[in-house]
């Protein structure tokens, strides 16, 4: 039973790129959930989905921030137009029941040059 | 979002027992004490969760006062790799993790 699968696990791009995280969360977990972790901070929740539905989008940013979690397929943080200040680390959980049990994936390092 | 405070850091020594403490002065009846751990560069782990009786699992045990104003993780015998940061956590129903600073745990070989 495989974890919540995050990838890539490291991404560079360029200012003003655009960058995709991907993940994929555990076999019958129905909720996701993105966080980013500035370094040497703490993790700061970005967005809730459940398939096909923004729960929460609390925690983004209002420019260039953008999440789905479509029926079919791995839930994708996109980042437009990227800027040194989205250097961070991303992380995604899932939850069958939305109320504990949260797996976390190891992350996508994302540096941007 | 109930809040809770753990001190900045603490400090242990291998195979001895380790006491993390957790206050949380205005938990509302209804709102579970989670912790979650996070060793260097991986994501957060799920530790051990409760209301109101003390819980046990493989990794750790968690002590709940009477009055549900505080909570203790227990690490009965720390290793090396239990060194991380650990959080305290309420959550209330279908909520989102917030997580806060957390307590940064080392341990002495």
């Known amino acids: 039973n495989a974890g919540v699968m995050q990838n890539p696990r490291h991404l560079v791009r360029r200012r003003g790129q655009e960058a995709r995280l991907r993940c994929s969360p555990m076999?019958?977990?129905?909720?996701v959930y993105w966080y980013r972790q500035l370094p040497e901070e703490g993790l700061k929740f970005m967005v809730y989905l459940q398939k096909e539905n923004i729960i929460d989008e609390s925690g983004m940013p209002k420019e260039r921030f953008s999440a789905e979690f479509p029926k079919e397929g791995p839930s994708i943080l996109r980042i437009q137009q990227v800027v040194r200040g989205d250097s961070a680390a991303y992380f995604c959980?899932?939850?069958?029941?939305?109320?504990?049990?949260?797996?976390f994936g190891s992350g996508t390092r994302l540096t941007v040059v | 979002d109930a809040k809770t405070t753990q001190p900045n850091s603490m400090e242990s020594n291998e195979e001895e027992p380790v006491h993390l403490p957790c206050n949380h002065s205005t938990i509302s009846g209804t709102d579970y004490i989670h912790w979650y751990r996070q060793l260097p560069s991986q994501g957060p782990e799920y530790v051990i969760h409760?209301?109101?009786s003390n819980v046990n699992n493989r990794m750790a045990s968690l002590a709940i006062a009477e009055d549900r104003k505080s909570s203790t993780l227990i690490l009965h015998r720390a290793t090396l790799r239990d060194a991380a940061v650990y959080y305290c956590?309420?959550?209330?129903?279908?909520?989102?993790?917030?997580f806060g600073q957390g307590t940064r745990l080392t341990i002495n070989p």
């Open positions: 076999k019958g977990h129905s909720h």
């Open positions: 956590i309420l959550i209330q129903g279908a909520q989102k993790l917030v």
């Open positions: 409760g209301l109101t």
């Open positions: 959980a899932s939850s069958r029941t939305g109320s504990y049990g949260y797996t």
